[in-house]
């Protein structure tokens, strides 16, 4: 079964450092996006990107994220200078269609930001 | 805000017993999902409900959606141990037309073998 793959699976970073967590959504899906769980939390909605831009966004995605579809299978997250609050397991997710049809978001295993 | 709250934050059940567990929306939706996430993984996606079905039944599970009341039940029937995880309700919002989901805070379901 086709499945939402992320690398890597655990990161730790010095605070101030950049970070890229990749991802490669389910081959026909078009629309993706970025969640993030901080450790006993709920799942937060960070981004989704449909036709090679951002459609829509939360207040967390601000100045310091950014997403990009750098070629026809990559999806990736970029935090420029991390935070201490960024540490965070944060989930790649696609879908065929849109939510508001009725589609499904299928999602990956997640990849462990631990920001020290 | 559309995220939806689950109860119990904890139910711990005998294998065998069936687990239900509820979720509250605030806002109108086109549709639910549940999902269930085991520790420290992913969120592997059960069900999904549209706004105008009010019962769906995929294997053991079963859901309800309730649109008057803006909530929905899920109910694990024959629980096993290997369903302990924590279930999560996600909607839509018809609301803002927002194409993502809002989750809500998850059941942490503990199934005694």
């Known amino acids: 079964e086709p499945e939402v793959t992320q690398t890597p699976s655990h990161q730790v970073t010095q605070m101030g450092q950049e970070v890229i967590l990749r991802c490669v959504p389910i081959s026909n899906h078009l629309y993706f996006y970025w969640y993030r769980q901080i450790l006993g939390q709920k799942v937060e909605f960070l981004v989704s990107?449909?036709?090679?831009?951002?459609?829509?966004k939360s207040e967390i995605f601000d100045d310091q994220f950014s997403v990009e579809r750098p070629d026809g299978s990559n999806f990736t997250l970029k935090i420029r200078s991390t935070k201490l609050e960024d540490s965070a397991m944060y989930f790649c997710?696609?879908?065929?269609?849109?939510?508001?049809?009725?589609?499904?978001?299928?999602f990956g295993e997640g990849s462990w930001l631990t920001v020290v | 805000s559309q995220q939806g709250e689950e109860d119990p934050q904890a139910l711990s059940i005998q294998e065998g017993e069936n687990a239900t567990m509820n979720c509250s929306y605030k806002t109108s939706i086109n549709n639910l999902q549940w999902y269930r996430q085991n520790s420290g993984r992913g969120l592997v996606h059960l069900i999904l409900?549209?706004?105008?079905?009010r019962e769906k039944h995929s294997g053991r599970l079963r859901v309800t959606l309730d649109t008057s009341k803006k909530s929905s039940s899920l109910l694990i029937t024959a629980s096993r141990a290997a369903d302990t995880a924590s279930y999560f309700c996600a909607t839509d919002s018809r609301q803002t037309g927002a194409n993502n989901l809002f989750f809500g805070t998850g059941t942490r379901l503990t199934v005694i073998p």
């Open positions: 997710a696609s879908s065929e269609m849109s939510v508001t049809n009725g589609n499904t978001i299928y």
């Open positions: 409900i549209r706004s105008n079905e």
């Open positions: 990107f449909y036709n090679n831009e951002i459609s829509e």
